[in-house]
């Protein structure tokens, strides 16, 4: 049986390469000519992502130690006992991409993929169109998922709209910034997250019917010289899509496996491509294995999501001030915000005035 991947962003590589090494024979599809480009990502991860590169690799641009979360009159910061990593998105795609190479992946640049019949894939190349044979199919397609709309995988997709510039400026090179509140950025929030003193990753995201780019201008004007720009997608965690029907399967961004509270996908990415490999070598079901391993998460942090987005920027004030506690800043110092909910049940019970909060969400 052979697999066809679609997208070679770290979803479709990871799995390719977790897949081939189970001895599968498995091709890897990618409509750009080069991976990893344009880059629509601002690469932060916490330290969980160890658990998948070397820290030390080349693609590592910073490790950030210090995240300060500011409302518009308060401010609260946290000093990490496990650093942020900061990659560079086209390196960290292309480590990925090797990874599945070395195992005997078929790589298909320039080819997009665009309908499918009974037996067989369609792709675009150079407008020409190519036909492959239809066996097993991933679709590491991203948030427009074409793999989704083509074999009907049902369930309504929303997504924010990330506007992100790379700027020239003075930065603190060990700091992530963070600024909460509808001024700045109504149902989302602003960051700062720098390479090095001079150079950082300035952005935003809002949801559909905001005018992004007036809130993204209004943030970045004073922070130095724009050298990029980019943007992208982030799709809004949906329960109810369904990634998996008759040798048909959604990863990443595709089955919408994002943090709903900070848009962070690549970790969700990853552990999601584990468990699809794990049910297809073993023929088991890869939604009930993924939910079951970062379902909870996901769903919590759309609950908090949802939550925060009542928030005015009075509630956001009040909450940092809560943070101020130090046994509660002290948690969310240990804490990846991968595993979300013995983080929030640990946080109550140290400051209980929190349950005002998030006590609606646990
Ligand atoms: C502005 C912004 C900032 C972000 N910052 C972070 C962050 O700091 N940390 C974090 O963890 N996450 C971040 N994310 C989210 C993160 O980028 C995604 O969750 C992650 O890239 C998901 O990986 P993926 O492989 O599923 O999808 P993608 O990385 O989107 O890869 C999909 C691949 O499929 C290809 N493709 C699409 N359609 C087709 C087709 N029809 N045929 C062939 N190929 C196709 C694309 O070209 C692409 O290469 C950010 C997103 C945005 C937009």
Known sequence: MT???IGAGPAGSYSAYLLAKEGFNVNLYEEHNLIGK???CTGITTSFIENYINNNADFVVNKIDTVMVHSYNNNVEFKLKRKNIVMDRCGMDNYFLNKALDKGVKLFTGHRFIEANNNELIFKQNNKKVNVKKEIVIGADGPNSQVAKSFNLKG??????GLQATVKGNFDSSTFEVYLGNKICPGFFAWIVPENDKIARIGLAVREGFKGRDYFEAFVK???KIMEMQAGLIPIYNNKLETEKNNIYLVGDAASQVKATTGGGILYALMASEE?????????SYEKNWKGRIGYSLMVHLLLRNYLDKFNDEDYSKLLELFNDKSARNLIESYDREFPIKLLMKLVLAQPKLLKYIGKVV
């Open 3 to 5: 697999i066809s991947v």
């Open 38 to 40: 344009p880059i629509q």
């Open 156 to 161: 309504k997709r929303e997504n924010f709209l």
């Open 222 to 224: 004073d922070k130095g």
């Open 276 to 284: 699809l490999s794990k049910a297809i070598k073993n023929n088991e």
